[in-house]
């Protein structure tokens, strides 16, 4: 639980620097046309309803340790949710929301850890939202190496290899370690092999809405390639790694698919 005087901590000038970021940076690309009007209002109202949810209930907040992961892996499943039904709705806005979102994290990043160097409003608010880096005592590297991973993805890939890979991240990647972590099969370092039924979950999984979504059969071979690096052993986090290298496995398939 978040002690008392983190409890009391008001909305600082760092708080409201990193919202009007955001706000600004949405305003941005309405103003060059990147943005409809419609994709503006929508954004910023989910937005405050974020705000408004945590507000009301900011008093249960809770990050014990029993369930601090499990919150995580199912924001995973939800912001990949809302990701994968964006690039089906607005593919060609996506980009720019998805960079105006990572940017705004990595300036409450660095606000957080290398100026105020002290737990903002913010704070308390993104570990009721399941992430880990008060408990930690470091920033939250594996969202800010996602956030690059899908902003890449969607600037560099076409609509249909962008959501391949979103969808391996959200529904392969985020089943297999919610289902590890219900079965306590995490890995606890880079070079242990994750759990197997945590990947076989996650790949069946993403496997069916990839199929949904496409109904393209030979997508699956991207999605195989994603959890299996999924599975790796190495040093690079697989928020970032599942989606690059699904995207680029789907992206050389289509290349010799058309070739």
């Known amino acids: 639980m978040m002690d008392d005087q983190t409890q009391k901590d008001g909305f600082t000038v760092y708080d409201l620097t990193v919202f009007s970021f955001l706000f600004g940076s949405l305003l941005i690309c309405w103003s060059f046309g990147v943005l409809r009007t419609a994709t503006l209002i929508l954004s910023v109202a989910v937005v405050l309803l974020t705000v408004l949810v945590f507000v009301a209930f900011r ?7 029993d369930t601090l992961g499990t919150g995580r892996k199912f924001l995973h499943l939800m912001g990949g949710s809302a990701l994968t039904l964006g690039s089906i709705l607005f593919p060609s806005e996506l980009p720019f929301l998805t960079l105006s979102l990572s940017g705004t994290y990595l300036v409450y990043e660095v606000f957080r ?19 880990p880096e008060e408990r930690s005592g470091r920033p939250f590297w594996e969202a800010i190496l996602g956030m690059t991973a899908i902003s890449l993805v969607l600037s560099l890939f076409n609509a249909e290899v962008a959501l391949v890979a979103i969808v391996n991240l959200t529904f392969g990647d985020g089943v297999a370690g919610l289902l590890r972590e219900r079965l306590g099969e995490e890995a606890r370092s880079f070079s242990a092999w994750k759990g197997w039924r945590g ?8 496997g069916l809405v990839t199929l949904m979504l496409t109904g393209n059969a030979s997508l699956l071979i991207p999605i195989a390639v994603g959890m299996v690096v ?20 789907a992206w050389l398939l289509s290349m010799r698919v058309l070739g």
């Open 59 to 65: 008093a249960r907040l809770r990050s014990s340790e």
């Open 230 to 249: 999924e599975q790796l052993p190495i040093p690079v986090d697989d928020n970032f790694t599942v989606p690059v290298s699904t995207a680029l496995s």
């Open 199 to 206: 990947s076989l979950a996650g790949l069946l999984t993403a």
């Open 113 to 131: 850890w290398w100026m105020a160097k002290r737990q903002l409003w913010l704070s308390t608010a993104l570990t009721f939202l399941g992430s």
